[in-house]
């Protein structure tokens, strides 16, 4: 059971948008930061997101996050399949004095 | 631009200890956390913990009577030690760099190193 809640899957087809929800508590996501991960199939995690909205150099503006309150969203427009890929949010948790990720999302570009 | 090679015993024994290193090159070592993540088959990122460059370590409190990180400032290097492992360690294992302990973001990661837990 994680302590950070994603939905396990999500689907669209090329071109679309779609959204992966990232829900937390106080101690995690409602006063720290959050970040996204990107896994690829076979591959280690990338950071896609940091400090709940900023992306790394090359990153495409096509990914985005945001968050409100204990929950973060991350958006991805014009959806290609290499974007195919299971999507993890992360955070501290002030309460357990650790890192924690959600379950995770795998993302099927239709 | 920093790089993350990390290397251990790809199979090991129930009950004894698992071991892996990660070496960190082309950055600085000091002034940041480094972290290791595992990752069951099929399953999703599990945190394991972490430790500063001043040996400062945190843990999951799941694991935390089994794991120990250490680092050698020498060589550039942090272990993981889990002891007295069972199936239930088999994993792919990631060490991390955390970009920034106040923003709480692993910035760069290694390949993983693939661990089977052997009856």
């Known amino acids: 059971q994680s302590v950070l809640t994603q939905p396990p899957s999500v689907s669209a087809a090329p071109g679309q948008r779609v959204t992966i929800s990232c829900s937390g508590s106080?101690?995690?996501?409602?006063?720290?930061?959050v970040s996204w991960y990107q896994q690829l199939p076979g591959t280690a995690p990338k950071l896609l997101i940091y400090?709940?909205?900023k992306r790394p150099s090359g990153i495409p503006d096509r990914f985005s996050g945001s968050k409100s309150g204990t929950s973060a969203t991350l958006d991805i427009t014009g959806l290609q399949t290499g974007d195919e890929a299971d999507y993890y949010c992360?955070?501290?948790?002030?309460?357990?004095?650790?890192?924690?990720f959600g379950g995770g999302t795998k993302l099927t570009v239709l | 631009q920093v790089q993350l090679q990390q290397w251990g015993a790809g199979l090991v024994k129930s009950s004894e200890t698992l071991s892996l290193t990660c070496a960190v090159y082309?950055?600085?070592?000091?002034?940041?956390?480094w972290s290791w993540i595992r990752q069951p088959p099929g399953k999703g990122l599990e945190w394991i913990g972490e430790?500063?460059?001043?040996?400062?370590?945190n843990y999951n409190s799941s694991l935390k009577s089994r794991v120990s990180i250490s680092l050698d400032t020498s060589q550039n290097q942090i272990s993981l030690k889990v002891r007295s492992v069972t199936a239930a360690d088999t994993a792919v294992y990631y060490c991390?760099?955390?970009?920034?302990?106040?923003?709480?973001?692993?910035?760069?990661w290694g390949k993983g190193t693939a661990v089977t837990v052997t009856s």
């Open positions: 991390a760099r955390v970009g920034s302990n106040f923003y709480y973001y692993m910035d760069v």
């Open positions: 082309g950055g600085s070592f000091s002034g940041h956390y």
């Open positions: 430790i500063y460059h001043n040996g400062e370590t």
């Open positions: 106080s101690p995690n996501v409602g006063n720290n930061y």
């Open positions: 400090e709940n909205h």
């Open positions: 992360g955070a501290w948790d002030s309460s357990l004095s650790a890192g924690v």
